[in-house]
Structure formats: C-alpha cells, structure tokens
C-alpha cells in the first residue's frame, strides 16, 4: 500500500470568481497572470505547521491598449485557497516553501480548470483550456533552493 504524503491540504475553496463578457468573442483570450501566496507558517495541532495558500489567475490585455473590450473576448479573474499541513518531522521550513510554492500551486491549479472551462463555454465565447504550468521551471523555485 502506498504511504500518505507528509504534505497534506485541506479541500480547496473558491473564494472569488469574476466574468466579463466583452463584444469581441473571436479576439485571444489574452496572456495569463497567476498570482502566488502563503501565509506565516503556524504550529498545529498535530505537532506539525500549517499554511494557508491563494492562488489568483486572471486573463490581462496588453497595456499598451486601453480598452480591453477592444483587445479581450472576455475577462475573468478566479481565486482559491487551500490550508496545507505538513509534519515538521519529515519537512523543514525550506522543504515545505518549496512543496508550497510547486505542488500547492500545481494542485490549486487543477480546481480552476472547470470553473474556468464553464464560466467561459456557457458565455457562448469559444471554449478555453487552461494549459499545464511548469512551477518546477521558474526563478522564484530557483530562488527557494
């Protein structure tokens, strides 16, 4: 049988979500922004930390353009948190910023792809995928090490 993970996380809560339909549905959707953070890490109950982490992505026009209606079909900004837990044991500080900033984004990730596929589709603009992220190739991972 396989062992549970020492990181663990709590079931992922949509905190915000926001749509805007604009004139233009054949225009691209625009480039992603994905925002990243945690809280302090705090002691448990369970003589292991915790903490909570938000992940916010959102479709930006380029702004050299005014006005996005011109540049964007639609635009829409969608936000989830999770609390991440941990046994201090198995994973240092250093350890667990790192499997925050990866894994917790990487998971987090996987719960906006059909809140975002769904808002989009039923607003009768062409069907949006969110494409897979590589967090592993990134200079605040490298940053981490």
Do not use: C
Not at 27 to 56: H, N, P, W, Y
Not at 65 to 88: C, G, I
Request: hydrophobic share 35%; glycine share 4%.
């Amino acid at each position: 049988m396989a062992k549970p993970s020492a990181f663990q996380f709590s079931n992922p809560i949509l905190e915000k979500i926001s749509f805007k339909l604009n004139d233009n549905n054949e225009l691209e959707t625009g480039k992603l922004s994905l925002q990243f953070g945690t809280t302090d890490f705090q002691e448990d109950d369970e003589g292991g930390k915790s903490a909570k982490a938000r992940l916010i992505i959102a479709n930006e026009k380029d702004e050299k353009v005014d006005d996005s209606q011109k540049q964007l079909p639609y635009e829409f900004s969608v936000t989830y948190t999770a609390v991440f837990h941990w046994n201090k044991v198995d994973i240092n500080d250093d350890q667990a910023r790192k499997l925050l900033y990866v894994n917790g984004q990487a998971l987090l990730l996987s719960y906006f792809r059909p809140i975002i596929n769904t808002v989009v589709r039923a607003s009768g603009s062409p069907n949006f995928n969110l494409p897979f992220i590589d967090f592993t190739n990134d200079e605040n991972v490298r940053n981490l090490e």
